[in-house]
């Protein structure tokens, strides 16, 4: 599927199959393609003290820790022998940029839960040195307990970095790369909130802990219109479809102000997780976690746009995230999020998971 193909994918069902590209032995949530076609995957330490955080994936399967052995050393059981801020504490997204690095947002709770101090960062690492060569600490303010950063996007211009929050109390995070600058916004704000009453489903079933606790994680799918003027995102435990424009998140945003009136729903999306927009289209892609299912919706046609099924297969267990490569080619992870330990409490701390790659179907 190369870019004229990813701009011209069938709004139809049924348009595509899909490819098993790797398999791992722990839960994979992030994944993403540099400009020169690396890829590169994540392993947040949720129900195990996973060995790996960030890997390269290498091409006869075989995942290679990134940067290197030293960031990802960290170990729950060893919390007091390394510096947080410069180890993998619990990884959730990694993000090309195609502009030559990538970067590792790690909200630093384990388990979902306690944040580390110290622990919430943003790496930039340089793909040619492969060495990290910025940090940028998120204090209390932007990352305060019961946050859980979930996942970035960048401005076309490099200027700008985009954060969804899915903790207990959802939010965006709004960066100006230049000086490191970080505010919290929409805090609280309905459009980055769990909704209430939804109950989220896998299997034809409501998804519940042991204690009765479903699904909840707030604001989280995020994603960047292609000239970069409007930020789409929404909760898991959400089926509407949000926006902004970007720049009165730059703007207002950043000084402070109140931007909830300026967010538009953008229609319904069903309960999803991971949001792409195909490169040169408005078409969004959309992880359909409970129908086991990748859909689309064409955003020039407003928020009553239909969703269409492209692919669903009892192998996307939880589609995850997605990223795009410079063919075109479509990724998508499954993290069987429904198969761990937070709700099956026999499930192995170690979940078997997998990275896949659209194909048009025949």
């Known amino acids: 599927m190369n870019d004229t193909a990813a701009a011209s994918l069938p709004l139809r069902e049924n348009a595509c199959t899909i490819e098993r590209v790797a398999r791992f032995e722990h839960q994979v949530t992030g994944?993403?393609?540099s400009e020169d076609g690396r890829i590169f995957v994540n392993f947040p330490r949720w129900t195990e003290d996973a060995p790996v955080s960030v890997a390269e994936l290498l091409a006869g399967g075989e995942v290679k820790p990134y940067p290197d052995e030293e960031w990802n050393a960290w170990r729950n059981a060893r919390k007091d022998e390394l510096s947080p801020g410069e180890h993998w504490v619990c990884v959730q997204s990694v993000v090309a940029d195609g502009r030559g690095s990538l970067w590792v947002l790690d909200p630093a709770a384990p388990a979902q839960s306690h944040v580390v101090s110290g622990g919430p960062k943003l790496v930039q690492v340089d793909l040619?040195?492969?060495?990290?060569?910025?940090?940028?600490?998120?204090d209390e303010d932007t990352a305060p307990q019961g946050s859980y950063l979930n996942d970035v996007r960048f401005s076309p211009d490099g200027a700008w970095a985009y954060i969804t929050d899915s903790g207990v109390k959802g939010a965006l995070v709004v960066v100006e790369l230049a000086s490191g600058r970080a505010v919290r916004v929409l805090d609280g704000d309905p459009s980055t909130q769990m909704k209430k009453g939804l109950d989220v489903k896998a299997d034809g079933a409501v998804l519940r802990r042991p204690d009765g606790r479903g699904v909840e994680f707030s604001a989280d799918g995020i994603e960047l219109s292609g000239d970069g003027a409007w930020l789409y995102w929404q909760a898991i435990k959400g089926d509407i479809l949000y926006r902004i424009a970007t720049s009165v998140l730059q703007g207002a945003g950043m000084r402070g102000e109140d931007v909830g009136a300026s967010v538009e729903d953008y229609?319904?999306?069903?309960?999803?997780?991971?949001?792409?927009?195909?490169?040169?289209?408005?078409?969004?892609l959309l992880t359909a976690v409970e129908h086991d299912a990748i859909r689309m919706r064409d955003l020039a046609?407003?928020?009553?746009?239909?969703?269409v099924t492209l692919v669903q297969d009892a192998r996307l267990r939880w589609p995850d995230t997605f990223s795009q490569g410079p063919d075109g080619s479509v990724y998508v992870t499954t993290s069987h999020i429904q198969d761990s330990a937070f709700f099956k409490p026999d499930a192995p701390g170690a979940l078997p998971t997998e990275l896949w790659k659209l194909r048009p179907a025949e």
């Open 301 to 307: 046609r407003g928020p009553q746009a239909p969703l």
């Open 31 to 33: 994944v993403t393609v």
């Open 267 to 284: 229609g319904h999306n069903g309960v999803n997780d991971g949001l792409l927009i195909a490169r040169g289209t408005e078409r969004m």
């Open 128 to 138: 040619t040195s492969d060495k990290p060569v910025r940090t940028i600490a998120f």
